[in-house]
């Protein structure tokens, strides 16, 4: 009957389950059509209130190395972020109250990965990349079950430490440091393990002191561990066969529970755990009977029992390269090999001679990102732009690599390039009158009009004389003449101003200029050299409404800094107030840009196809000096040549 049960039970949970209408969801409350979802305090249906959030960042300048006080943790802190703020040659650690260090200890730097402490699992990052910028960080969803303390292994500024977690309850507590020890005061103390036969013994030992100046395991690289696990913070992991079922009404006095077994080990060293199974068996028979006939308030509970306690092998844990010392040619690189033992599901730092068994790793090595180029000055200085005054002179300046090919210029230090122009001065100029022949036409058909001619100041590179200037005695640019007396009078006419062309600031206005012959009644149109005998009035003229307000002004273009393979150029942007005063009121969203590429075509080298190598060794023809025999100098004519005129640049500039 109790089986008959059971599969009714199961029919109409699944008709309930293929009945829920197309659509519907399930809430956090597991209640068909809820709407409801777990607010940040981790409450089905809260409202944020049920807890604060503590943020801060930890900004003190610290001044000795070693371990600073950073944040306290408090017990039941959920949602933890400790990271820093960028990139830098810093450490952050994490150890309980208890004095037990987590992550970071007794001077041995911790790999990245998965570490539990405070009875939640801390995630520790570490980016290593080059071009990355973001710093050390852990991360925990919580809750903590006691107080945990972050600190940072000081040894360069420090970048600043954010911290933030989530606490229950509305009166949050600040992150305040016991009374003993002030924000960013040094601990020079450890999160320490002694070393000792008995590693379980070991972790137990009070924390180690050391000195601030004997950090002697820190250089380039950072050092790594594996993560420490504590069993003990979890819940005993009970066997699937031990859940329990529902009491069946068929349990009677002649069934029991019998020990039958235990699971195996959860280690094969190191001291692992193992449970007891028990069965329900007849009292007569001994069968295993279904564990519905036996009373569950009478079922033995679980016991932990330790098993196979014998510490693991000693292993060396190798920790990953630091960067390059050079960035080009020959450097070292370091990492840190640490001699680990497992015990009792923690990873602990034992003394080297543990491990004597092994060979121990390498922990330096040579290393090469690229080779290194240097900037070559390939001519001499041309002949200046100009023959008097300041112009310019310009030199052919490559970067070389160490293997004599020319590169690109970013693979040498732009900031020790070479100048490849500069202004010259050519001395002060001889200067003299320039004129031109009298126009053939008077201005006027009729009456007094004038003949014109053009007159100029121009530097004189034909002449000889020592002249200084074109002085003050300028010469005659119109000279009157006469056609005859005129019917009527001819003169200039203006019309009225036009609006200006601009509603703020300075602007321009036109007005229509014509040249008329007034008659007794009406006026003639006449081409305006007619009326060339007088001064034309103005037709256009600036006008000023109201101020503006700042604008952006900007120069032409620079030229380009390389004629082809991608070069740039620039231009100076300013912000300039109506009076053209420098002014800070530009919006900065419209700001033209002072830097964009030019010239991005590829370089055409010149080949000369009689002078080419005809094996692609040729390199080590050079490097061997060979290029003074006729052989190998023809077999390797292009490599051969571009020596043979490094060489002569090289002598001539001496």
């Not at 859940?243 to 529970?257: A, E, F, G, I, K």
């Not at 599901?345 to 790793?361: A, I, M, S, W």
């Not at 001499?380 to 008097?388: L, R």
């Not at 009527?488 to 601009?502: L, P, Y």
Request: net charge negative; aromatic share 8%.
């Amino acid at each position: 009957m109790f089986v008959s049960y059971l599969i009714l039970t199961l029919f109409y949970v699944q008709t309930a389950v293929l009945a829920r209408p197309e659509g519907e969801t399930i809430g956090c409350d597991d209640y068909l059509g809820s709407d409801r979802v777990v607010d940040k305090c981790g409450i089905c249906g809260g409202d944020n209130t049920g807890c604060q959030i503590v943020s801060g960042v930890f900004k003190h300048t610290l001044t000795s190395l070693g371990y600073h006080r950073v944040v306290e943790i408090p017990q039941g802190a959920t949602k933890i972020n400790i990271t820093e703020m960028y990139k830098s040659n810093n450490y952050l650690a994490l150890r309980s109250r208890s004095g037990r260090s987590i992550i970071n200890g007794n001077w041995a730097i911790d790999r990245p990965g998965k570490y539990e402490g405070g009875g939640t699992m801390f995630t520790y990052k570490r980016p290593n990349e080059i071009s990355s910028t973001a710093g050390e960080s852990f991360l925990a969803e919580g809750p903590t079950n006691e107080i945990l303390d972050v600190y940072m292994i000081h040894q360069q500024p420090n970048p600043g430490v954010h911290y933030e977690y989530v606490i229950s309850g509305t009166n949050a507590i600040s992150p305040q440091l016991p009374p003993h020890r002030r924000p960013g005061e040094p601990f020079n103390g450890q999160l320490a393990v002694p070393d000792g036969r008995n590693p379980e013994e070991e972790e137990k030992q009070e924390e180690k002191k050391f000195p601030s100046g004997e950090m002697e395991i820190f250089t380039e690289d950072k050092v790594h561990s594996f993560p420490v696990r504590q069993p003990e913070r979890f819940s005993p992991h009970q066997p699937d066969n031990l859940v329990p079922v529902l009491q069946s009404p068929r349990r009677t006095r002649d069934h029991n529970w019998k020990q039958v077994g235990t699971t195996e080990c959860s280690a094969t060293c190191g001291k692992g755990t193992l449970y007891h199974i028990n069965h329900c068996e007849r009292r007569n028979t001994h069968e295993e009977a279904p564990e519905s006939y036996c009373d569950p308030s009478t079922k033995p509970t679980p016991e932990e029992e330790a098993c196979n306690i014998f510490p693991c092998p000693a292993f060396w844990d190798i920790g990953e390269w630091s960067e390059c010392s050079k960035t080009c040619g020959l450097g070292m690189q370091h990492r840190q090999v640490l001699c680990r033992q497992m015990y009792a599901n923690r990873t602990l730092t034992v003394q080297p001679y543990r491990c004597q068994h092994l060979e121990k790793p390498e922990t330096t090595s040579t290393c090469q990102l690229k080779i290194c180029s240097e900037w070559q000055i390939r001519t001499e200085w041309t002949s200046c732009s100009v023959p008097c005054g300041v112009g310019q002179r310009t030199r052919d300046v490559k970067c070389v690599s160490n293997i004599g090919d020319v590169v690109d210029d970013e693979e040498c230090n732009m900031k020790l390039r070479p100048n490849d122009i500069e202004n010259c001065d050519m001395g002060a100029c001889a200067k003299s009158w320039f004129l031109t022949e009298w126009s053939e036409r008077c201005s006027a058909e009729c009456g007094v009009g004038v003949r014109t001619r053009s007159v100029v100041c121009m530097t004189n590179h034909v002449s000889s004389l020592p002249l200084e200037g074109c002085g003050n005695n300028r010469p005659a640019e119109i000279t009157p003449c006469d056609n005859g007396p005129c019917a009527g009078k001819v003169e200039w006419f203006a019309g009225s101003w036009s609006q200006c062309s601009i509603e703020c600031g300075r602007g321009t206005q036109q007005r229509e200029v014509i040249c008329i012959r007034k008659n007794p009644d009406t006026f003639d149109v006449l081409d305006p050299h007619e009326c060339s005998f007088s001064e034309r009035p103005p037709s256009q003229q600036s006008c000023y409404l109201k101020p503006c307000g700042a604008k952006w002004f900007s120069t032409e273009w620079s030229v380009c800094s390389k004629s082809c393979q991608g070069g740039f150029r620039v231009r100076e942007v300013r912000c300039l107030s109506d009076d053209m005063t420098p002014s800070n009121h530009c919006d900065p969203q419209y700001k033209p840009e002072e830097k964009e590429s030019c010239n991005t075509q590829d370089c055409v080298p010149e080949v000369d196809e009689n002078c080419k190598d005809k094996y692609y060794n040729c390199n080590v023809v050079v490097q061997a000096r060979l290029c003074v025999y006729t052989y190998y100098k023809t077999a390797c004519c292009a490599s051969c040549t571009r020596v043979a005129n490094r060489q002569s640049t090289f002598s001539g500039r001496r």
